[in-house]
T-cell receptor, first 114, second 114 residues
Framework: AQSVTQLDSQVPVFEEAPVELRCNYS??????LFWYVQYPNQGLQLLLK??????LVESINGFEAEFNKSQTSFHLRKPSVHISDTAEYFC????????????FGKGTRLSVIA | KAGVTQTPRYLIKTRGQQVTLSCSPI?????VSWYQQTPGQGLQFLFE???????NKGNFPGRFSGRQFSNSRSEMNVSTLELGDSALYLC?????????????FGSGTQLSVL
């Protein structure tokens, strides 16, 4: 079975400052990793995913995440945040094989302060 | 292309009642998954349907059930409601050939049990 731990439930940060949202996972098999974002009063949207290849993946809005197999981590980073990045961010994991559903972390609420 | 539509948006019920929630997936998507979202537990997987068959099931009591119709629309039912069932219920659809592909979420149904 897989599990995901998001180490911070809330992260306040000033606008234009850098941010890192931490995610660690546990799995006995190889996995795919995802970050989803939930803006207020909306459903979740896929932000980025790691399936294979380069361990650094990027989204279109400036976020990036790096897969670290030895540390079983998939931390999300952005060098300069905007007010519009205020949202809840969920890390998720899925095994490579089989038809098992995504397992989500409990989420990190990012609040960007003007 | 229309997104995932969930109805109703809000529901208020009392303990002991039952409730049915509806989800219309994106056209062409054959997989529908249901998640329960609460502030303390994050997203917890309920079940997933693919081509009218339940393909995966989470660890919820039998009071939680679902079904999928031939047009891929899905419903979930909760019988004998308890206070702890108060949550945001999210539906997500995907093409369904590979379970870990991108999920498209609806905005959810906010259920309050009094």
């Amino acid at each position: 079975a897989q599990s995901v731990t998001q180490l911070d439930s809330q992260v306040p940060v000033f606008e234009e400052a850098p941010v890192e949202l931490r995610c660690n996972y546990s799995s006995s098999v190889s996995v795919y990793l995802f970050w989803y974002v939930q803006y207020p009063n909306q459903g979740l949207q896929l932000l980025l995913k790691y399936l294979s290849g380069s361990t650094l993946v990027e989204s279109i809005n400036g976020f990036e995440a790096e897969f670290n197999k030895s540390q079983t981590s998939f931390h999300l980073r952005k060098p300069s945040v905007h007010i519009s990045d205020t949202a809840e961010y969920f890390c998720a994991v899925s095994p490579l094989s089989g038809n098992t559903p995504l397992v989500f972390g409990k989420g990190t609420r990012l609040s960007v302060i003007a | 292309k229309a997104g995932v539509t969930q109805t109703p948006r809000y529901l208020i019920k009392t303990r002991g009642q039952q409730v049915t929630l509806s989800c219309s997936p994106i056209s062409g998507h054959r997989s529908v998954s249901w998640y329960q979202q609460t502030p303390g537990q994050g997203l917890q997987f309920l079940f997933e349907y693919f081509s009218e068959t339940q393909r995966n099931k989470g660890n919820f009591p039998g009071r939680f059930s679902g079904r999928q119709f031939s047009n891929s629309r899905s419903e979930m039912n909760v019988s004998t409601l308890e206070l702890g069932d108060s949550a945001l219920y999210l539906c997500a659809s995907s093409l369904g050939q590979i379970i870990h592909e991108k999920l498209f979420f609806g905005s959810g149904t906010q259920l309050s049990v009094l």
